[in-house]
C-alpha cells in the first residue's frame, strides 16, 4: 500500500510539482492511521526525497528559475522552522487552516482560468516587484508547509502563474527546488522532535523514486499553452478537495 500511494504521488509531483503534503499527509492519517504530527513529519521527510530527484532532473536541464528561486527562499525557509517548531509546541486546528487555504487555491485557480480563457496573460512582476512580494509571500508559505506538510508545491505555483510570464516547466522546476528545500529543513525538525514513520517512510520513498522517474518521460509530450490550462484545472480540484476536508472535519 505505501509503495502504491508514493508511486501515485511522486508521479503527480513529477508532472505538477503538486501533491507532496496535499495528498500524503491526509492518506497516511486515514489509511496508515498515523499520528497528525507524524503524518506531517514523514511526507515532509518524504518530500524531501522525491522533490528532490524530481528537481535534480529538471534543475539538470535547465527548467527552473534562479532568482525567482533565490527571493522565495530568502524567507521562506526561516519560515518553515518556525512553522515546523509551532505546529509541536502550540497546536493547530488542521481542518481551519485546511478550509482557509483550499478556499485560498480554489478562488485564485479559478480567476487564473478565467483570465487564460480570455487569453490574458498574467500581471508580470519579474522585473518591477518582485523581490518584495516573492520573500513575503514564502515567508507565509514555508510557516504553512511546517505546520501541515502542505502549501509548497501549490501556493508556489499559483504565486508564479499569477505574477511571473515563467513557462509552465520552469514554474514546475522552480517550486520543486524550493519545495525540496523547504521540506529538507522542516522534515529535519520533525525529525529531531521524533515525528516521523521510518517504515512507512521507507516504503513511500521507493515508490516515489519510481513514479518521478515515470512523469519526466512523460512531461514533454504536453504542448506549453495546454499544459498551463490543465495544471491551472487541477490545482482549482486540489482546492475543492482541501475546503471539501476542511468542511467534513
Known amino acids: ?100 487555504l483550499g478556499t485560498l487555491v480554489l478562488t485564485t485557480s479559478l480567476v487564473n482560468l478565467y483570465f487564460h480563457a480570455k487569453g490574458l496573460g498574467p500581471f508580470n ?17 514555508g510557516i504553512e508547509v511546517g505546520f501541515s506538510s502542505v502549501g509548497s508545491g501549490v501556493l508556489v505555483e499559483l504565486l508564479l502563474l499569477s505574477t511571473t510570464n515563467i513557462g509552465v516547466p520552469h514554474v514546475v522546476g522552480t517550486s520543486l527546488a524550493f519545495g525540496f528545500l523547504v521540506s529538507l529543513l522542516g522534515g529535519a525538525v520533525h525529525l529531531s522532535l521524533g515525528n516521523v514513520d521510518t517504515k512507512v517512510l521507507a516504503k513511500l520513498t521507493l515508490g516515489g523514486l519510481v513514479g518521478t522517474l515515470l512523469a519526466l518521460k512523460t512531461l514533454k509530450f504536453f504542448p506549453q499553452r495546454k499544459l498551463r490550462y490543465a495544471l491551472l484545472v487541477f490545482l482549482m480540484f486540489i482546492g475543492g478537495y482541501l475546503v471539501k476536508e476542511g468542511a467534513e472535519g
Open 125 to 141: 512582476v519579474v522585473h518591477r516587484n518582485i523581490k518584495y512580494l516573492l520573500p513575503l509571500t514564502s515567508l507565509l508559505i
Open 1 to 100: 500500500m505505501e509503495f502504491l500511494i508514493g508511486f501515485l504521488i511522486a508521479f503527480l509531483i513529477g508532472l505538477t510539482g503538486v501533491g507532496a503534503g496535499i495528498l500524503t499527509t491526509p492518506l497516511l492519517v486515514t489509511l496508515m492511521n498515523l499520528e497528525p504530527a507524524v503524518a506531517v513529519g514523514t511526507a515532509l521527510v518524504f518530500a524531501t526525497a522525491v522533490k528532490g530527484y524530481a528537481g535534480f532532473l529538471y534543475m539538470s536541464q535547465g527548467l527552473y528559475d534562479r532568482r525567482v528561486l533565490l527571493y522565495l527562499c530568502l524567507e521562506g525557509l526561516p519560515g518553515v522552522v518556525l512553522g515546523s517548531l509551532g505546529v509541536s509546541r502550540i497546536g493547530v486546528d488542521r481542518d481551519t487552516m485546511m478550509l482557509i
